[in-house]
């Protein structure tokens, strides 16, 4: 049961152009949603962080919108960079109820210089 | 990365071994958690536990998969009689209270 989805498994983007990752959620007691970014043979790395009382967070080029009437939350990079190049895994949680994290399965992201 | 220490990187075994990864923490973390990615996959959930405790464990296989973190020591995920399917990089992480997760740089289980 995937209640996390990215379902785009790839994209790929012009450098200085805006990168724009998608994710879907199921649960509607999610209230609490996290990017990770993640290079070959490395762990993730957190990126940014969103909680269900707001709608957008912001920290340098990268922007995190939720919409929780839709179930979707986005990440946007602006301007994209190579070094941006890896797999973005979006999470999500339910505060208060136990620390499980629900992963996607990872957008492969490409900035082509 | 840095803080959360996966060892072995890469271990290479045979059908039918036992396989152990371990995995310590940042410091001050009491929270660790466990996934799976297999080739082509996303992150999977395995175990979440506490010091001493096991808090969820609904998303580890039902036999020969199992889990510690002892009052000392590092987390320990155990894998009996490993099959070719049980080729995956194990990913651990580590949190605070409600934070959020610190991964290490994983294990790469390899079966013959």
């Known amino acids: 049961d995937q209640q996390v989805k990215q379902n785009s498994p790839s994209l790929s983007v012009q450098e200085g152009r805006i990168s724009i990752l998608n994710c879907d959620y199921t649960?509607?007691?999610?209230?609490?949603f996290l990017w990770y970014k993640k290079y070959p043979a490395e762990g993730p790395t957190f990126l940014i962080s969103?909680?269900?009382?707001?709608d957008k967070n912001e920290d340098g080029r990268f922007t995190v919108f939720l919409n929780k009437s839709a179930k979707h939350l986005s990440l946007h990079i602006v301007p994209s960079q190579p070094g941006d190049s890896a797999v973005y895994f979006c999470?999500?949680?339910?505060?208060?109820?136990?620390?499980?994290?629900?992963f996607g399965t990872g957008t492969s992201l490409t900035v082509i210089p | 990365n840095a803080g959360v220490m996966q060892n072995p990187r890469h271990l290479v075994r045979r059908r039918g071994q036992e396989a152990r990864l371990r995995c310590s923490p940042m410091k001050g973390h009491s929270h660790v958690y466990w996934y799976r990615q297999l080739p082509e996959e996303g992150l999977k959930f395995m175990v979440y536990l506490q010091k001493e405790n096991i808090i969820d464990e609904s998303g580890m296989p039902k036999e020969r998969f199992s889990a510690e973190f002892p009052k000392e020591g590092p987390s320990i995920l155990r894998i009996q009689q490993v099959v070719r399917g049980d080729s995956a990089a194990y990913f651990c992480?580590?949190?605070?209270?409600?934070?959020?997760?610190?991964f290490g740089d994983g294990t790469r289980l390899s079966i013959l």
């Open positions: 649960n509607s007691m999610f209230d609490y």
């Open positions: 992480a580590s949190s605070d209270s409600n934070q959020p997760q610190h």
């Open positions: 999470a999500a949680n339910t505060r208060g109820t136990g620390n499980q994290f629900y």
């Open positions: 969103i909680s269900s009382i707001k």
